[in-house]
T-cell receptor
């Protein structure tokens, strides 16, 4: 158990809908990362927050948004969902925002868009 | 643009054999190179990591070899066991700045047979 908690574990929704994925980082970790894992794209970095502030942005679609709240939990919002958004979404956390900080991953949220 | 290239895509090794997975990178600003292990239905978990100031790091049966001039690093699993069957990802992160996101390779699915 990494200590990173993600909900829901599984989610099935229709195209055009909006979903919110939730993440609680490890106790004491200030950085939160979101990654998307699909069969053909591997682990793709979406976005990083550190203590509520956005620190890095990857290939995150405009239909997707994220935020980190004062209690350090984070949410990833996916809207106008398309079939191609079906993937495993991972949240990860680390204590800081320096290269070399160990990054711990949650068990992911499986999103299926039908 | 694939900043970290990983090979092979899949690997079958007999029990007791040596598993070798290779990665190459382009960005000389990378200064931290972890390997993650992922079992089906689970999130990636840190296995072992190295900085470019050393050429080798060993932890139990797992060894990272690092060649800074060639911009390559590899994971060796000695005495491979069926329990090592998993997907392995190499990764890298950049020094400096205020972000610590990992850029992942495409993964290697390892199967250790009896």
């Amino acid at each position: 158990d990494s200590g990173v908690t993600q909900t829901p574990k599984h989610l099935i929704t229709a195209t055009g809908q909006r979903v919110t994925l939730r993440c609680s980082p490890r106790s004491g970790d200030l950085s939160v990362y979101w990654y998307q894992q699909s069969l053909d794209q591997g682990l793709q970095f979406l976005i990083q927050y550190y203590n509520g502030e956005e620190r890095a942005k990857g290939n995150i679609l405009e239909r997707f948004s994220a935020q980190q709240f004062p209690d350090l939990h984070s949410e990833l919002n996916l809207s106008s969902l398309e079939l191609g958004d079906s993937a495993l979404y991972f949240c990860a956390s680390s204590v800081g925002s320096i290269s070399g900080n160990t990054i711990y991953f949650g068990e992911g949220s499986w999103l299926t868009v039908v | 643009q694939q900043q970290v290239k990983q090979s092979p895509q899949s690997l079958i090794v007999q029990k007791g054999g040596i598993s070798i997975i290779n990665c190459a990178y382009e960005n000389t600003a990378f200064d931290y190179f972890p390997w993650y292990q992922q079992f089906p239905g689970k999130g990636p978990a840190l296995l072992i990591a190295i900085r470019p100031d050393v050429s080798e790091k060993k932890e139990g049966r797992f060894t990272i070899s690092f060649n800074k001039s060639a911009k390559q690093f590899s994971l060796h699993i000695m005495d491979s066991q069926p329990g090592d069957s998993a997907t392995y990802f190499c990764a890298a992160s950049r020094k400096g700045g205020t972000a610590s996101k990992l850029t992942f390779g495409t993964g290697t699915r390892l199967q250790v047979t009896l």
